[in-house]
């Protein structure tokens, strides 16, 4: 009777069916297996609780659902909305099941659909996300309410995968080999997915339990779905997921990956115009090799390793000039410190609740442009410090202690200027250490970690009187959720130790970090010390869920002497702030919106000595309307109780700062249409009038089919600062020191075009160009006269030889990157990119903004071009 059966359900699985023929097959055969104690053809998960079975043969991978695996694992089917309805029951019905053998955990996606031929499935390169129909899963396998692993797709079989940390934090750089079919047919679409053990990481054990979040978007309609209920109203989501049981022990899996690659490049060199053989450009080629190494030490612990790297397919910085007394941020674009980023994120200010969080680690800093270059350097000198060899071990300990350690080696790069008859490096061999532990409390609302960051140099006599010989940064950090995990408070508090020579520690002490130097405060500056140290705090208190209210409070400290922008990214020293921050959020749709939040914002800046910097007070309010458009508008008042900038002067006076307003707004179409746009506007006014800003950026976006996007922007703004810094006169602390200011007029055009081209999920081809340009002119110098007048007349006076246009500059950069990428087989790829750059600095007579001058000649300045094909192979052995 036994066999009678097995052959029935063998005919049943292998006959061709049509969609209605396969669901009455597979009710038949569930219904045949309970004669062997298979499955109970009731059972279905709950609302928050599913179980998976293991496999005893594994499923095809076709986009199909017949395969006996699937008959006799448990459906989950409970989704329902929440966005934009939350907690109503879907449109359409999801089915999912999961199953898994020794190596692998398998999940089948039953997307029913009534009109299949309105699914929108776009093709993109992996982990673009389009507007498209998707389900993906969250799979949290420590079961620790705060990490997970995700995997999504779309209909056209598209990869995205992030690495989720600290509840909701998303880790784009990871990258992990996994597979997945789709497949459109009659009643719907179907995703069927075979993720790896080995790119997973959970705890050992006889049984596991993992978390996992289930969601579905439905493009056309807007709607999204989830199972369990994904609450808007709730802080983060890997914390709401549901238990996935069932999961008996694995045996440890193999978990070594070799990525061996090689490089070929060529591009232009810029030898001097005293080079007369090849003439002053000349374009040598170049072969380089090197490995990626991921090794996993047990199921919950990974070493990563990259010898001799190049990420030569990494798109460029957009084009920037800054003319502040600040360094620019740039964004971290390389795979290799992509991945796994959250593990060692140690964030010391985050400014309003919506900028760019920065803190003690700035992955930028390893491998950077040579900080000497314009000391030892010319031309033909490197622009990049190469990385010898980067590691780093990342996971969780038996005790509940994540873990991350890295540790970078820079290579000496050496200038063209002798220094003692030795060429004097502008970058010197440097070795860079990141330790992070962090430990979740035990009932999963909080964690308290520490992080130390140190970056060591081997300083050449050339280097001694600029670089700083070692730099340490440690701090300690708390977070605690309560009251349903509705409100948070958060601290830290860490400290720094920076050791040079007299000299390196003179620089750093006048630097706009610090401003010793400063004439009207009471921080003094010792140019015989070779130590620098200081201490930073941060406390905050929010509340982050609940139905309609959201606020937060912070104050945060840096004392004078604080410096971590050894390895980590800080603009200035010497400050305090208290900022608060108000929401009204409303996610329920009404007869007019989608979703609307109200946000106000107050904040006031003092340096550790009392002096006011700054103070305002912001709104701004975003309304999704119920045709899918957005609207952004917001305004600022500053400074309407006296505050002054105690950097402008670049080591001068603090100037008394005038009130402002400002105002922006913005426009952006429905997201779900094939062609879209944006419009942004922002305006501003301050010293008494005198000064002025103003800018547009509009941009398009077309899909003109499932392969092909195209995306255009332009930036347009036009500058008038009455009191730009334009140099200083004299020596440090002397009474005869001059601090000079010029009226600056500027004007900046930008245009940014993306091309996308998807032949399949895994070959595609962009392209990307940007010309920038930006002109100004400075007229009528001055010095101050009373830094601290109330009036904006009193505080300067004319400098020099009169007023009227006595300088100015044209500044032109042209970028562009075109990258083919064909992964042509799991987890190996071919890249073939081509880099172009063109930038010029010119004189001021030809400072005054003509587009069409300074665009044509951004294209005719002479280009540095790198053609460059990398070759990946990845090896599982």
């Known amino acids: 009777m036994r066999h009678t059966t097995l052959l029935l359900c063998a005919l049943a699985l292998s006959a061709p069916t049509t969609g209605a023929q396969s669901r009455i097959a597979a009710r038949e055969t569930a219904a045949a297996l309970v004669t062997i104690g298979a ?20 499923p095809v991978l076709d986009g199909r659902t017949n395969d006996r695996a699937w008959a006799t694992a448990q459906v989950i089917d409970q989704f329902l909305q929440y966005d934009p309805n939350e907690g109503k029951a879907s449109q359409f019905r999801t089915e999912v099941r999961v199953t898994y053998d020794d190596h692998y955990l398998y999940i089948l996606a039953r997307m029913f659909d009534p009109a299949p031929d309105s699914i929108i499935s776009a093709l993109s390169r992996r982990d673009v996300r389009t507007n498209s129909d998707q389900f993906g899963l969250v799979i949290d396998s420590y079961h620790d309410g705060k990490t997970a692993f995700e995997f999504f797709t779309n209909p056209a079989g598209v990869k995205r995968d992030y690495y989720v940390s600290n509840d909701q934090n998303e880790d784009e750089g990871w990258d992990a080999v996994w597979d997945v079919a789709t497949r459109i047919d009659s009643v719907g679409w179907v995703a069927e997915f075979r993720i790896p053990f080995s790119q997973i990481r959970y705890s050992p054990g006889a049984e596991h339990t993992f978390g996992l979040l289930l969601k579905r978007d439905i493009a056309r309609t807007g709607e999204r779905t989830s199972w369990p209920l994904l609450k808007r109203s709730v802080q983060g989501y890997v914390s709401q997921s549901g238990n996935l049981s069932g999961i008996g022990q694995l045996p440890s899996p193999r978990r070594l990956e070799i990525l061996p690659y090689t490089v070929v490049k060529n591009d232009t060199r810029d030898f001097g115009t005293g080079r007369s053989a090849l003439g002053q450009y000349d374009h040598p080629n170049k072969i380089t090799a090197g490995a990626d190494v991921k090794y996993g030490l047990s199921s919950n612990l990974t070493l990563d390793a990259t010898i001799n790297p190049d990420f030569g397919q990494v798109e460029a910085d957009p084009a920037q ?35 760019q969080c920065t803190g003690l680690f700035y992955s930028r800093r390893i491998g ?14 490197a622009t990049a410090t190469p990385i010898a060899a980067a590691g780093k071990l990342t996971g969780r300990l038996a005790n509940g202690i994540s873990v991350g350690l890295m540790d970078a080696v820079t290579q000496r790069v050496e200038g063209t200027a002798a220094v003692d008859g030795v060429n004097a490096a502008i970058e010197p061999r440097t070795n860079y250490s990141v330790l992070r532990l962090q430990r979740d409390n035990s009932d999963g609302h909080g964690d308290m970690g520490f992080m130390l960051t140190g970056v060591n140099r081997s300083l050449d006599p050339g280097s001694v009187p600029y670089l700083r010989a070692s730099a340490y940064v440690g701090g300690v950090d708390l977070r605690r959720r309560f009251w349903n995990n509705n409100y948070e408070v958060k601290t830290f508090a860490a400290r720094s130790d920076v050791r040079g020579s007299a000299a390196s520690i003179a620089a750093l002490q006048t630097n706009t970090v610090h401003a010793f130097q400063r004439p009207d405060d009471a921080i003094a500056y010792d140019p015989t010390r070779t130590t620098l140290g200081g201490d930073a705090e941060r406390i905050s208190f929010s509340k982050f869920g609940g139905d309609i209210t959201r606020f937060q409070t912070v104050y945060q400290r840096f004392s004078p002497g604080f410096e971590s922008n050894d390895l980590g990214y800080q603009q200035r020293a010497d400050e305090q702030e208290f900022r608060n921050w108000f929401a009204l959020q409303f996610n329920t749709p009404t007869a007019v919106y989608q979703h609307a939040a109200f946000n106000f914002n107050g904040s006031g800046d003092w340096t550790t000595g009392g002096l006011m910097l700054g103070n305002g007070w912001n709104h701004n309010d975003h309304i999704q309307w119920k045709n899918f458009w957005w609207t952004h508008i917001g305004i600022n008042f500053n400074n309407y109780s006296p505050a002054y900038d105690d950097r402008a002067a670049r080591g001068g006076p603090a100037i008394r700062l005038s ?6 707004g913005g426009v952006q179409s429905d997201n779900r249409r094939s062609v879209q746009s944006s419009m942004w506007l922002n305006a501003s006014r301050g010293d008494e009038g005198r000064s002025f800003r103003g800018s547009v950026s509009p941009q398009l976006d077309v899909r003109v089919s499932s392969r092909f996007s195209t995306s255009i922007g332009m ?24 601090y000079t200011f010029a009226r600056l007029d500027q ?5 940014n075009t993306r091309l996308n081209f998807t032949a399949t999920p895994n070959l595609s081809f962009q392209f990307y160009a940007e ?19 109330d009036s904006y007349a009193n505080r300067f006076k004319p400098y020099g030889s009169g007023s009227g ?21 799991p987890g190996s790829s071919l890249f073939m990119v081509w880099q172009q750059g063109r930038s010029s600095f010119l004189t001021p007579a030809d400072a005054e903004y003509q587009v069409g001058r300074d665009y044509g000649a951004a294209l005719r300045d002479h280009p540095n071009n790198t053609f460059l094909v990398k070759l990946s192979y990845w090896i599982n052995p």
């Not at 499955?39 to 594994?58: L, Q, V």
């Open 368 to 381: 950077r442009n040579p900080q000497l270059a314009g000391n030892y350097g010319d031309a033909t000198s």
């Open 715 to 738: 930036g347009y703004s036009r500058n008038g600062n009455d009191w730009q810094f334009y140099g200083r006169n004299g020596a440090i602390g002397s009474d005869t020191t001059h």
């Open 747 to 751: 004007t900046t055009l930008s245009l």
């Open 321 to 355: 000039l800054n003319l502040t007394a600040f360094e620019t941020f740039f964004d971290e674009r390389r795979p290799f410190f992509l991945e796994g980023a959250g593990i060692f994120t140690f964030n010391t200010n985050c400014g309003d609740i919506d900028s």
């Open 39 to 58: 499955i109970d053809p009731g059972a279905k998960a709950s609302s928050n609780a599913a179980s998976a079975s293991r496999a005893i043969t594994p």
């Open 659 to 664: 009130r402002s307003q400002s105002m922006w």
């Open 805 to 825: 246009v006595f300088d100015g500059f044209n500044y032109r950069q042209f970028n562009s990157n075109a990258v083919l990428r064909y992964e042509y087989r």
């Open 771 to 789: 010309p920038f340009v930006s002109n100004g002119t400075y007229a009528d110098r001055k010095e101050i006269r009373d830094a601290r007048a």
